[in-house]
């Protein structure tokens, strides 16, 4: 038997420091997760009474089943009012549904480029496009995102990596694992390189609910490039990455919104992917959203204080405060960290897991952790690191 070359190329084995994790949670040693970020872990769960009368209501609304590739138009419409308050004039007949972002990149992909072709997106980045451009079989290119400045886009970079194979730009926006926010000049200077170029921009927002600078995000949507994909979902604005609930909204030139929506509606519905009863709870959960976010916010810019509070102390790291999402960067002082080692030193010494930067594609000398956490194990954790970071180093120079 034989298996493709996409199979010979994923990768099979868990790496060393989830080796030595797996290792540490059966010894039955408490580690500090600080990684996850998972709400619901934390007590913030969507409204459970309002989220099971959404749900029962949507259960008496599915007996007949009548499926539509772009998705139900009702959960179409509710999305689409989601975006008129932001100032983008939007339309059931520009959203895609689908079972979430991470699946909406790969349709954008398949709709956008061909075998051997290339999407240029952010680096750093969370470790998705790799594995989806892999079964998608493009190639992905990198633009900068400069530390020295809030991790803000490297605009002259991006365009000088655009080649002729080159088919989208992606942009994350509240970015993870930074938590920089794209302002409005950089998105207006970014739709005019796409406008340039003629490439079409994609938008991942699926943090677009947690901003912490008090203004609106800026999106791609209200810039002028030419074709706009803007991705967003249930799984971080309503804490319900199970639902697999995201969509697709497309905006620009006319005639290039309708021929993607065309064939995306074909992509669709060769799989017809999306869950009939959560389509029907779209509008609901919609509507209830701000109920999920009202408390956690207040909750989040806190944990955000103690983090900035905590890691301001230690003296062997430098961070930017995250401006949106739940993650930050550090960077570790000194000359030459393996930071792999040091993530392993952590979990074995101090009981805290962190990522190593090169997981996101980071320079070396990086770590990325969470700071959505209950704020006395936060601050707990994060001087466990900052003591455990300190003894490493100590090391390292004896
Ligand atoms: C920036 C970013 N985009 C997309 C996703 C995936 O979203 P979904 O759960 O909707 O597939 C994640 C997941 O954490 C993310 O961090």
């Known amino acids: 038997m034989r298996f493709s070359k996409l199979a010979d190329r994923l990768p099979a084995k868990r790496n060393r420091l989830y080796r030595e994790y797996e290792k540490a949670s059966s010894s039955g040693r408490p580690i500090r997760d600080l990684i996850s970020a998972n709400l619901a872990e934390q007590g913030w769960v969507f409204p459970q009474e309002r989220l099971q009368s959404i749900l029962a209501d949507a259960a008496g609304r599915t007996r007949i089943y009548r499926p539509d590739p772009l998705g139900l138009r009702s959960a179409r419409e509710a999305i689409a009012e989601f975006y008129r308050p932001a100032g983008i004039p939007a339309s059931a007949e520009q959203v895609l549904i689908t079972p979430g972002t991470s699946l909406s990149y790969f349709y954008c992909f398949k709709l956008l480029a061909n075998p051997g072709e290339e999407i240029l997106c952010p680096r750093p980045s969370y470790p998705l496009f790799e594995s989806i451009a892999e079964l998608a079989g493009l190639q992905l290119r990198y633009y900068r995102l400069r530390e020295s400045r809030g991790w803000e886009i490297d605009l002259d970079h991006l365009e000088s990596q655009i080649s002729t194979r080159t088919r989208a730009l992606v942009l994350i926006s509240p970015h993870n694992p930074t938590g920089m926010v794209a302002g409005s000049q950089p998105l207006h200077d970014l739709a005019a390189i796409a406008c340039r170029h003629d490439l079409p921009v994609l938008a991942d927002e699926v943090f677009s609910e947690f901003l912490y600078g008090g203004e609106a995000l800026p999106r791609p949507a209200a810039t002028p490039a030419p074709l706009v994909f803007t991705l967003n979902g249930f799984s971080k604005m309503a804490g319900l990455p199970g639902l697999k609930l995201g969509w697709i909204l ?38 209830s959203r701000e109920a999920f976010a009202f408390g956690l916010r207040p909750w989040l810019l806190r944990c955000r204080q103690i983090a900035g509070d905590r890691l301001s102390q230690c003296p062997d790291v430098r961070f930017a405060l995250p401006r949106g999402g739940f993650y930050l960067t550090l960077k570790v002082g000194g000359a030459e960290v393996d930071e792999e080692a040091l993530c ?29 956490l209950q704020h006395e194990l936060l601050d707990r954790s994060l001087k466990a690191l900052c003591d455990g970071i300190r003894e490493w180093k100590k090391r390292q120079d004896s």
Do not use: C, K, W
Not at 354 to 372: E, I, K, R, S
């Open 344 to 372: 392993i030193e952590l979990l074995r010494q101090s009981g805290v897991l962190a990522h190593p930067g090169y997981f996101y594609d980071m320079a070396p000398a990086h770590l990325v952790l969470t700071f959505a």
């Open 250 to 287: 497309l905006s620009g030139r006319q005639a290039r919104v309708r021929r993607s929506l065309e064939v995306m509606e074909l992509i669709s519905d060769t799989f017809l992917p999306v869950n009939d009863l959560a389509q029907h709870m779209v509008r609901g959960i919609l509507e």
